[in-house]
C-alpha cells in the first residue's frame, strides 16, 4: 500500500521552530515531486512549498518566503519542511502529497496524499 506519512506538527509560541516530515511508504520517493500544503480552520487549503524529484527546484509562497525551507532525503525516502519563525497565522493542518507527472513541482493535481499533522502557533 503507497503511503505518505506527516509527522513533527504540535504546539509552538509565535517565533519558533518545527520540522515536519513527509515520509513514503511502500513506494520510493525518489520518483516524487512533493508539496507541501496547509488547511487552517475555516480556509481553503493552499500550497506553501513544493519540490522536485532530485531537489534541484523548489517553489515557497510568499506567505513563507524566508521562513520556510524544503528539502529531501531521497535516501531516508522523506521530504521535510524546516519552519522558522512561526507565526499564529501559520496555525493549520498540514499534508504532504506526491506527484510522479511533473520534472519540477506543483501543486496541482496530486495523486498521493498524507493524512496531515496539527501546527498549532500560539502562546
Known amino acids: 500500500q503507497l503511503q505518505l506519512v506527516e509527522s513533527g506538527g504540535g504546539l509552538v509560541q509565535p517565533g519558533g521552530s518545527l520540522r515536519l516530515s513527509c515520509a513514503a511508504s511502500?513506494?520510493?520517493?525518489?520518483?516524487?515531486?512533493i508539496g507541501w500544503f496547509r488547511q487552517a480552520p475555516g480556509k481553503e487549503r493552499e500550497g506553501v512549498s513544493c519540490?522536485?524529484?532530485?531537489?534541484?527546484?523548489?517553489n515557497y509562497a510568499d506567505s513563507v518566503k524566508g521562513r520556510f525551507t524544503i528539502s529531501r532525503d531521497n535516501a531516508k525516502n522523506t521530504v521535510y519542511l524546516q519552519m522558522n519563525s512561526l507565526k499564529p497565522e501559520d496555525t493549520a493542518v498540514y499534508y504532504c502529497?506526491?506527484?510522479?507527472?511533473?520534472?519540477?513541482?506543483?501543486?496541482?493535481?496530486?495523486?498521493?496524499w498524507g493524512q496531515g499533522t496539527l501546527v498549532t502557533v500560539s502562546s
Open positions: 511502500g513506494f520510493t520517493l525518489d520518483y516524487y515531486s
Open positions: 502529497a506526491a506527484t510522479m507527472y511533473t520534472s519540477t513541482c506543483r501543486y496541482k493535481n496530486l495523486e498521493l
Open positions: 519540490i522536485s524529484r532530485s531537489g534541484g527546484v523548489t
